[in-house]
Protein backbone atom coordinates (compact mmCIF):
# COMPACT_ATOMS: atom_id res chain seq x y z
CA UNK A 1 0.00 0.00 0.00
CA UNK A 2 3.09 2.27 -0.05
CA UNK A 3 3.69 2.27 -3.65
CA UNK A 4 2.04 5.22 -5.79
CA UNK A 5 1.52 5.43 -9.46
CA UNK A 6 0.69 9.33 -10.73
CA UNK A 7 -0.23 9.86 -14.47
CA UNK A 8 0.12 13.63 -14.62
CA UNK A 9 -1.90 16.16 -16.68
CA UNK A 10 0.38 17.52 -18.89
CA UNK A 11 -2.16 18.47 -22.05
CA UNK A 12 -1.38 15.54 -25.31
CA UNK A 13 1.90 13.98 -23.12
CA UNK A 14 2.34 11.53 -21.24
CA UNK A 15 4.57 12.12 -17.72
CA UNK A 16 4.33 9.26 -15.19
CA UNK A 17 5.45 9.31 -11.50
CA UNK A 18 6.42 5.48 -9.30
CA UNK A 19 6.52 6.39 -5.77
CA UNK A 20 7.49 4.24 -3.43
CA UNK A 21 8.95 5.09 0.65
CA UNK A 22 10.92 7.84 -0.83
CA UNK A 23 11.95 6.67 -3.98
CA UNK A 24 10.94 7.76 -7.85
CA UNK A 25 10.80 7.11 -11.17
CA UNK A 26 9.69 9.38 -13.84
CA UNK A 27 8.47 7.93 -17.30
CA UNK A 28 8.39 10.13 -19.68
CA UNK A 29 8.45 14.42 -18.71
CA UNK A 30 5.27 16.09 -21.08
CA UNK A 31 5.94 18.02 -24.13
CA UNK A 32 6.51 21.68 -24.82
CA UNK A 33 9.96 23.69 -25.89
CA UNK A 34 12.93 21.53 -24.61
CA UNK A 35 15.34 25.01 -24.91
CA UNK A 36 12.18 26.81 -23.59
CA UNK A 37 8.52 26.50 -21.69
CA UNK A 38 7.59 23.04 -21.20
CA UNK A 39 5.31 21.18 -19.08
CA UNK A 40 8.27 19.57 -16.86
CA UNK A 41 8.66 22.98 -15.80
CA UNK A 42 5.32 23.80 -15.07
CA UNK A 43 3.61 20.42 -13.84
CA UNK A 44 6.41 17.55 -13.56
CA UNK A 45 8.77 19.72 -11.29
CA UNK A 46 6.51 21.21 -9.20
CA UNK A 47 4.67 17.84 -8.50
CA UNK A 48 7.91 16.11 -7.71
CA UNK A 49 8.96 18.97 -5.36
CA UNK A 50 5.39 19.13 -3.56
CA UNK A 51 6.34 15.15 -3.24
CA UNK A 52 9.51 16.05 -1.48
CA UNK A 53 11.45 14.63 -3.80
CA UNK A 54 15.14 15.90 -4.26
CA UNK A 55 15.68 13.13 -6.70
CA UNK A 56 14.77 10.62 -8.80
CA UNK A 57 16.22 6.93 -9.10
CA UNK A 58 15.07 6.41 -12.33
CA UNK A 59 13.93 8.67 -15.63
CA UNK A 60 12.48 6.51 -18.60
CA UNK A 61 12.17 8.67 -21.77
CA UNK A 62 9.57 6.12 -23.60
CA UNK A 63 11.02 7.38 -27.19
CA UNK A 64 12.47 10.40 -28.50
CA UNK A 65 8.64 12.74 -29.71
CA UNK A 66 8.84 15.83 -28.13
CA UNK A 67 5.13 15.04 -26.32
CA UNK A 68 7.37 11.98 -23.95
CA UNK A 69 10.59 14.14 -24.13
CA UNK A 70 10.41 17.77 -23.86
CA UNK A 71 11.05 18.17 -20.66
CA UNK A 72 13.99 15.95 -20.09
CA UNK A 73 16.32 18.77 -20.36
CA UNK A 74 14.84 20.38 -17.49
CA UNK A 75 14.62 17.86 -15.73
CA UNK A 76 17.90 16.63 -15.73
CA UNK A 77 18.90 20.77 -15.19
CA UNK A 78 16.55 20.64 -11.82
CA UNK A 79 17.22 17.40 -9.73
CA UNK A 80 20.23 14.45 -9.44
CA UNK A 81 18.91 11.72 -11.79
CA UNK A 82 19.68 7.90 -11.09
CA UNK A 83 19.80 5.68 -13.87
CA UNK A 84 18.29 7.32 -17.26
CA UNK A 85 16.69 4.90 -19.95
CA UNK A 86 15.51 5.57 -23.23
CA UNK A 87 13.63 4.17 -26.24
CA UNK A 88 13.81 4.67 -30.20
CA UNK A 89 16.38 6.66 -30.32
CA UNK A 90 19.80 5.84 -28.10
CA UNK A 91 22.07 9.03 -29.66
CA UNK A 92 19.48 11.37 -27.57
CA UNK A 93 21.48 11.33 -24.47
CA UNK A 94 25.52 10.08 -23.89
CA UNK A 95 24.44 8.92 -20.72
CA UNK A 96 21.12 6.96 -21.54
CA UNK A 97 20.79 2.97 -21.32
CA UNK A 98 18.41 1.61 -23.94
CA UNK A 99 15.50 -0.02 -22.40
CA UNK A 100 16.31 -3.61 -23.77
CA UNK A 101 12.82 -6.61 -23.35
CA UNK A 102 13.39 -8.44 -20.53
CA UNK A 103 15.58 -6.03 -18.71
CA UNK A 104 14.28 -5.59 -15.01
CA UNK A 105 15.54 -4.67 -10.99
CA UNK A 106 13.79 -4.22 -7.97
CA UNK A 107 13.86 -1.27 -5.59
CA UNK A 108 13.99 -2.94 -1.83
CA UNK A 109 10.47 -2.42 -0.61
CA UNK A 110 9.91 -4.84 -3.40
CA UNK A 111 8.57 -2.62 -6.22
CA UNK A 112 9.77 -4.54 -9.36
CA UNK A 113 10.49 -2.94 -13.11
CA UNK A 114 10.81 -4.63 -16.51
CA UNK A 115 10.70 -4.21 -19.71
CA UNK A 116 9.13 -5.63 -22.16
CA UNK A 117 9.71 -4.05 -25.29
CA UNK A 118 11.60 -3.12 -27.56
CA UNK A 119 13.43 -6.31 -28.26
CA UNK A 120 16.54 -4.67 -29.96
CA UNK A 121 15.27 -5.61 -33.17
CA UNK A 122 15.50 -2.82 -36.36
CA UNK A 123 13.62 -1.38 -38.80
CA UNK A 124 10.27 0.10 -36.00
CA UNK A 125 9.35 3.25 -36.30
CA UNK A 126 9.36 5.44 -33.21
CA UNK A 127 6.37 5.00 -31.90
CA UNK A 128 6.79 1.30 -31.81
CA UNK A 129 10.30 1.12 -30.44
CA UNK A 130 8.57 2.56 -27.43
CA UNK A 131 9.56 1.17 -24.07
CA UNK A 132 7.34 -0.83 -22.90
CA UNK A 133 6.91 -0.69 -18.54
CA UNK A 134 5.66 -3.11 -16.09
CA UNK A 135 5.59 -1.95 -12.65
CA UNK A 136 4.54 -4.70 -10.30
CA UNK A 137 4.05 -2.93 -6.72
CA UNK A 138 3.68 -6.93 -5.25
CA UNK A 139 0.48 -6.06 -4.57
CA UNK A 140 -1.03 -4.86 -8.00
CA UNK A 141 0.30 -4.42 -11.71
CA UNK A 142 0.53 -1.60 -13.72
CA UNK A 143 1.62 -1.60 -17.59
CA UNK A 144 2.94 1.82 -19.04
CA UNK A 145 2.35 0.93 -23.19
CA UNK A 146 4.25 4.40 -24.26
CA UNK A 147 3.17 5.17 -27.99
CA UNK A 148 2.90 1.07 -29.56
CA UNK A 149 0.95 0.80 -32.35
CA UNK A 150 -1.23 -2.77 -33.16
CA UNK A 151 1.49 -4.47 -34.89
CA UNK A 152 3.59 -4.21 -31.81
CA UNK A 153 0.84 -5.43 -29.99
CA UNK A 154 0.28 -8.03 -31.35
CA UNK A 155 4.21 -9.28 -31.32
CA UNK A 156 4.36 -8.38 -27.48
CA UNK A 157 1.36 -10.59 -26.81
CA UNK A 158 2.65 -13.73 -28.89
CA UNK A 159 5.75 -13.34 -26.66
CA UNK A 160 5.02 -12.51 -23.12
CA UNK A 161 1.71 -13.91 -23.50
CA UNK A 162 0.02 -14.07 -19.59
CA UNK A 163 2.95 -11.95 -18.70
CA UNK A 164 1.34 -9.05 -20.09
CA UNK A 165 -1.69 -8.71 -17.52
CA UNK A 166 -2.14 -5.75 -15.44
CA UNK A 167 -4.63 -4.51 -13.35
CA UNK A 168 -4.13 -0.63 -14.79
CA UNK A 169 -3.13 -0.14 -18.29
CA UNK A 170 -1.69 3.43 -19.47
CA UNK A 171 -3.33 3.14 -22.79
CA UNK A 172 -1.64 3.18 -26.03
CA UNK A 173 -0.44 6.00 -28.03
CA UNK A 174 -3.16 8.42 -25.78
CA UNK A 175 -5.96 6.59 -27.33
CA UNK A 176 -5.20 6.22 -30.83
CA UNK A 177 -6.81 4.55 -33.26
CA UNK A 178 -3.85 2.80 -34.30
CA UNK A 179 -3.75 1.06 -30.59
CA UNK A 180 -5.42 -0.77 -27.93
CA UNK A 181 -6.84 -3.68 -29.81
CA UNK A 182 -9.26 -5.67 -28.57
CA UNK A 183 -7.13 -8.62 -28.35
CA UNK A 184 -4.42 -6.40 -26.67
CA UNK A 185 -7.26 -5.64 -24.00
CA UNK A 186 -7.84 -9.39 -23.80
CA UNK A 187 -4.16 -10.44 -23.43
CA UNK A 188 -3.54 -7.25 -20.41
CA UNK A 189 -7.44 -7.81 -18.91
CA UNK A 190 -6.88 -4.29 -17.07
CA UNK A 191 -9.32 -3.55 -14.38
CA UNK A 192 -8.56 0.47 -14.64
CA UNK A 193 -7.00 2.58 -18.10
CA UNK A 194 -5.89 5.73 -18.02
CA UNK A 195 -6.08 7.83 -21.00
CA UNK A 196 -3.38 11.22 -21.06
CA UNK A 197 -4.79 13.36 -23.50
CA UNK A 198 -5.65 16.63 -23.50
CA UNK A 199 -9.49 18.31 -24.61
CA UNK A 200 -10.60 18.84 -28.23
CA UNK A 201 -7.04 17.94 -29.08
CA UNK A 202 -6.04 18.09 -33.09
CA UNK A 203 -5.68 14.16 -33.22
CA UNK A 204 -8.88 13.04 -32.13
CA UNK A 205 -7.50 11.36 -29.06
CA UNK A 206 -8.99 9.32 -27.90
CA UNK A 207 -10.48 7.40 -30.73
CA UNK A 208 -14.56 6.49 -29.77
CA UNK A 209 -13.49 3.28 -31.54
CA UNK A 210 -11.22 2.41 -28.53
CA UNK A 211 -13.26 3.89 -25.88
CA UNK A 212 -16.21 2.07 -27.10
CA UNK A 213 -13.93 -1.39 -26.56
CA UNK A 214 -13.20 -0.64 -22.96
CA UNK A 215 -16.78 0.01 -22.56
CA UNK A 216 -18.18 -3.29 -23.98
CA UNK A 217 -15.46 -5.15 -21.40
CA UNK A 218 -16.42 -3.05 -18.59
CA UNK A 219 -12.86 -1.43 -17.69
CA UNK A 220 -13.31 1.90 -15.71
CA UNK A 221 -11.86 4.45 -17.74
CA UNK A 222 -9.69 7.64 -16.82
CA UNK A 223 -8.90 11.02 -18.47
CA UNK A 224 -6.53 13.24 -18.11
CA UNK A 225 -8.19 16.02 -18.81
CA UNK A 226 -11.11 15.10 -16.98
CA UNK A 227 -9.84 14.12 -13.90
CA UNK A 228 -6.90 15.94 -14.12
CA UNK A 229 -3.83 13.33 -12.61
CA UNK A 230 -5.04 9.96 -11.49
CA UNK A 231 -3.33 8.36 -8.74
CA UNK A 232 -3.47 4.59 -8.43
CA UNK A 233 -2.80 2.71 -5.35
CA UNK A 234 -3.49 -1.43 -4.42
CA UNK A 235 -4.56 -0.87 -0.75
CA UNK A 236 -6.32 -4.33 -1.21
CA UNK A 237 -4.28 -6.56 -3.40
CA UNK A 238 -5.22 -6.99 -6.55
CA UNK A 239 -7.88 -4.30 -6.58
CA UNK A 240 -6.42 -0.36 -7.80
CA UNK A 241 -7.24 2.36 -5.64
CA UNK A 242 -7.54 5.26 -8.64
CA UNK A 243 -8.84 8.87 -7.64
CA UNK A 244 -8.52 11.85 -9.88
CA UNK A 245 -7.54 15.23 -8.34
CA UNK A 246 -10.46 17.76 -10.12
CA UNK A 247 -12.91 14.84 -8.38
CA UNK A 248 -11.30 14.88 -4.99
CA UNK A 249 -10.54 18.59 -4.99
CA UNK A 250 -14.24 19.98 -6.18
CA UNK A 251 -14.28 23.52 -5.91
CA UNK A 252 -17.45 25.52 -3.72
CA UNK A 253 -19.21 26.39 -6.81
CA UNK A 254 -19.95 23.14 -7.99
Known amino acids: GETSVTVLDVGQGTA ?3 SDRGRRLLYDT ?3 NPA ?3 MAQSVVLPF ?3 QGASGLDALVISHGDQDHSAGMPSVIRSMPVGRL ?3 GSEDMVDRALPCESGRAWSWPGGTRFQ ?6 RAGLSSNDASCVLLIDTGSGRVL ?3 DIGLRQEYELLRYWRDALSAEVLLVGHHGSRSSTSQAWLNGVSPRVAILNNAYGNRFGHPHPEVLARLEKQGIDYWQTWASGAVTVAFDTPGVPQTS ?3 RASETWWK
Open 16 to 18: VVV
Open 115 to 120: FLSPAG
Open 144 to 146: LAG
Open 36 to 38: GAN
Open 30 to 32: GGG
Open 48 to 50: LHR
Open 85 to 87: WLG
Open 244 to 246: GWR
